[in-house]
T-cell receptor
Framework: NAGVTQTPKFQVLKTGQSMTLQCAQD?????MYWYRQDPGMGLRLIYY???????DKGEVPNGYNVSRLNKREFSLRLESAAPSQTSVYFC??????????FGSGTRLTVV | RKEVEQDPGPFNVPEGATVAFNCTYS??????FFWYRQDCRKEPKLLMS???SGNEDGRFTAQLNRASQYISLLIRDSKLSDSATYLC????????????FGQGTTLQVKP
């Protein structure tokens, strides 16, 4: 019972580099989300996908793009990483808003 | 003003103590309310939902006051294993599935 799997767990990027964070869920949930967590700020929604084929911006979408590849997978791309994007990134999935399941997170440092 | 506000703490209490956390939310149209628990460097996990009538799960009691727009969590007979950050979470109006997180309240239970 994997739940939500995120890769990679850790990453160090140089300013301007690009990368994609991968997320997959095996619970047949329709909705998937990407959050970032910074000290003193709590979790903030970057993008979400209410169902396969749809994506919408959250609270802090600038500098990010997403792809809902299929029902299982939802990726987050940083096209040109900036130090302000140093954070812990969590992917989550849910069937409606009850039963949010989070992945174990990706710790990203941009130098 | 943040949509969900919590006292970050930390709350330092001895084992066996009773501790209460409060949380306020700004959107009176918020529909659903939750407490999540997050251990250090781990992902958030659902602790319990919060209902208007109040609800209890073992040593944990959650209350919602819609008129005053605040949510509370009471932990009785604190255990060392209760040490964690407790996140107050609300859903905005509309059936979007999104969750809005408070920044969390840190609890440290001492022997």
């Amino acid at each position: 019972n994997a739940g939500v799997t995120q890769t990679p767990k850790f990453q160090v990027l140089k300013t301007g580099q690009s990368m994609t964070l991968q997320c997959a869920q095996d619970m047949n949930h329709n909705s998937m989300y990407w959050y970032r967590q910074d000290p003193g700020m709590g979790l903030r929604l970057i993008y979400y996908s209410a169902s396969e084929g749809t994506t919408d911006k959250g609270e802090v979408p600038n500098g990010y793009n997403v792809s809902r590849l299929n029902k299982r997978e939802f990726s987050l791309r940083l096209e040109s990483a900036a130090p302000s994007q140093t954070s812990v990134y969590f992917c989550a999935s849910s069937e409606r808003f009850y039963g949010y399941t989070f992945g174990s997170g990706t710790r990203l440092t941009v130098v | 003003r943040k949509e969900v506000e919590q006292d970050p703490g930390p709350f330092n209490v001895p084992e066996g103590a009773t501790v209460a956390f409060n949380c306020t939310y700004s959107n009176s149209a918020s529909q659903s309310f939750f407490w999540y628990r997050q251990d250090c460097r781990k992902e958030p996990k659902l602790l319990m939902s919060v209902y208007s009538s109040g609800n209890e799960d073992g040593r944990f009691t959650a209350q919602l006051n819609r008129a005053s727009q605040y949510i509370s969590l009471l932990i009785r007979d604190s255990k060392l294993s209760d040490s964690a950050t407790y996140l107050c979470v609300v859903t905005p109006s509309g059936n979007t599935g999104k969750l809005i997180f408070g920044q969390g309240t840190t609890l440290q239970v001492k022997p």
